[in-house]
């Protein structure tokens, strides 16, 4: 049973111009880094610290564009705006779960892939 | 292409890339660096890479949230260390005010980050790739074209006419005044022009010619003072005129003879304000270029005549240059056509070529009509002829129709010269015998009874 594939390379591919192995590093790259935003995000939702909520949701707007994890483009977005304005404190613990347990399933599937 | 390419790219292009955010700046670098000009450097925040702005880069692009300082304050320090980089701010927000703020402070452009933004920052890069090419061009042209028109080489000749003539573009390349220029056709106006304005304070400003001949009567005033968007049918767009593409530079105007009356009297009327308006504009636009006119005209007579205004002429008067025809030279003439044979031998990577003694005295005692535009084309054309380093007398022909000089040389008999003389001017009408008749004052049937004996 295929699950649905929730990443999409093709414009990392696309600025690659053929190059795999940039494809990789970039890949490796979006591994490494995001578990550290994630983490930021949950402890600044823990010590209600918005501003690192915030900065935390934007550094990862441009790795999850680039890496076509479409369901999560209005996720990331929602956490930046209501963090910043700081309005709807109360979605952004809604949006954090749906982050985590999409990135968990995007390691998994990049992992393999 | 080649040449193209060699001219409007600059190569080894820097660019440094300053981005927190590590995933970005890498995909960044790699799409920059897929052209092997580009050498791209990253730096992570404002200190590292102030301390390696000495390293003078061409671009920048700069985010604008910086973990140590604020993309405004960087972009100062910038500016303030070298305006003329070009900084491409890169945003994580979409924020008019800020992108005001920025653009206002130097920056070259403002991008927001999202799916397109490595296209429109290749983008900015490659325009500022070409600008800094075609600048690099521009300099490289001017020194050049000021070499060219550096009149001590570019104005040859050793008569004592000449000599007047150097002594006077001396006095114009020092001042500012107005310069007059009149010669014969193919005597160098154009030349003396340029050598004044090349040599002058206002080289590295434009230099405009116009020839009065070369526009319709009705697009003259558009063209020389510009106008506005709609001001007649067909202007789409607002255009700027000859005086205003002038600036601080000099404007040529070529042919002054042949400005018609009309337009006489608009033109005196800006040179005396300093001002013009652009044809249907209200507002009036200040003149700052030098005025330098030529004609191949006798003004005095023409002003004498009625054909051309009295006060325009001692306007435009200034500093007469006048340029004598080629025929009252003397030896220059030899001087110019062993120029122009050696110019074109370089030209063509020939070896030297020699004039026979015969040779130059056929080229010595031509009237030269046409001037020194005629003796180049016609030692160019002798230089293919000749199939050795020699140019004899055969190499060289005359081809000139135009002067009663040349046409006088033929020897012909009186009814020649008259069946020359009528089908000279069949041909310039269009075989239009009633018109040509008229201007010749003969009958219409003395043309008719020439067409059917067909001596025209």
Not at chain 2, 165 to 194: D, Q, R
Not at chain 2, 284 to 303: G, M, P, Q, Y
Not at chain 2, 352 to 357: A, G, H, W
Request: aromatic share 8%; charged share 30%.
């Amino acid at each position: 049973m295929s699950e649905e594939k929730l990443y999409d390379l093709e414009q990392l591919n696309s600025i690659a111009a053929g190059n795999p192995d940039f494809v990789t590093k970039m890949v490796n790259m979006f591994l490494d880094m995001t578990p550290g935003l994630v983490d930021r995000i949950e402890a600044g939702l823990q010590t209600q610290d918005w501003a690192e909520v915030r900065s935390a949701a934007h550094k990862m707007k441009p790795s999850v564009d680039m890496m076509g994890i479409s369901s999560l483009h209005d996720v990331v977005r929602g956490i930046e705006g209501n963090a910043k304005a700081e309005t709807k404190l109360e979605q952004i613990p809604e949006f954090y779960f749906t982050l985590t347990e999409t990135l968990d399933k995007v390691y998994e599937q990049l992992r393999n892939r | 292409m080649s040449y193209l390419n060699k001219y409007t790219m600059a190569d080894n292009f820097s660019v440094f890339v300053v981005e927190d955010d590590e995933f970005y700046s890498e995909v960044l670098e790699y799409h920059l660096s897929l052209n092997p000009d580009i050498t791209v450097t990253k730096f992570t925040n404002a200190k590292e890479f102030l301390k390696n702005l000495d390293k003078n880069p061409n671009a920048i692009t700069l985010d604008y949230s910086l973990p140590d300082m604020s993309g405004e304050d960087v972009l100062k320090k910038i500016k303030e260390y070298n305006s003329e980089i070009p900084v491409v701010m890169v945003s994580g927000q979409e924020d008019i005010k800020t992108a005001i703020t920025l653009l206002k402070d130097g920056a070259y452009d403002y991008i927001v980050k999202d799916e397109d933004t490595k296209d429109r920052i290749w983008n900015a890069i490659k325009n500022i790739r070409e600008k800094e090419g075609l600048k690099k061009e521009i300099s490289e042209l001017k020194q050049q074209v000021k070499k060219k028109y550096d009149f001590t080489t570019s104005i040859i000749g050793n008569s004592p006419s000449m000599k007047k003539v150097f002594a006077m573009i001396e006095k114009a390349v020092s001042s500012n005044i107005t310069v007059s220029i009149t010669g014969e056709t193919g005597t160098g106006k154009e030349v003396v022009a340029k050598s004044i304005h090349y040599n002058s304070p206002r080289s590295k400003k434009p230099f405009v010619a116009v020839n009065i001949t070369a526009i319709p009567s009705e697009l003259i005033e558009s063209e020389l003072f510009g106008h506005e968007k709609g001001s007649f049918t067909g202007a789409n767009a607002r255009r700027i005129g000859k005086f205003e593409e002038s600036e601080d530079g000099t404007i040529f105007l070529d042919e002054i003879g042949e400005m018609d009356i009309n337009m006489q009297s608009k033109l005196l009327r800006v040179l005396q304000e300093r001002e013009l308006t652009r044809v249907g504009g209200n507002g009036t636009v200040k003149i700052k270029c030098r005025i330098i006119s030529a004609t191949h005209k006798d003004l005095a007579e023409e002003v004498r005549k009625g054909n051309f205004r009295e006060d325009l002429y001692y306007r435009l008067l200034g500093l007469p240059v006048t340029l004598p025809p080629l025929r009252e030279r003397g030896n220059d003439t030899l001087v110019l056509a062993k120029h122009f044979i050696d110019e074109y031998a370089e030209e063509n990577e020939m070896g030297r070529l020699k004039l026979s003694s015969k040779a130059q005295n056929k080229l010595f005692k031509y009237p030269w009509p046409g001037n020194i535009r005629e003796l180049k084309a016609v030692v160019e054309l002798c230089c293919v002829m000749t199939d050795s380093d020699l140019i004899e007398e055969e190499h060289i022909t005359f081809n000139s129709t135009g002067s009663i000089d040349t046409l006088l040389q033929n020897e012909m008999t009186l009814e020649e010269y008259k069946n020359r003389i009528v089908k000279h001017f069949l041909d310039k009408y269009n075989s239009d015998v009633v018109n040509v008749a008229k201007r010749l004052d003969i009958g219409k049937s003395t043309i008719y009874r020439m067409l059917q004996e067909r001596a025209v």
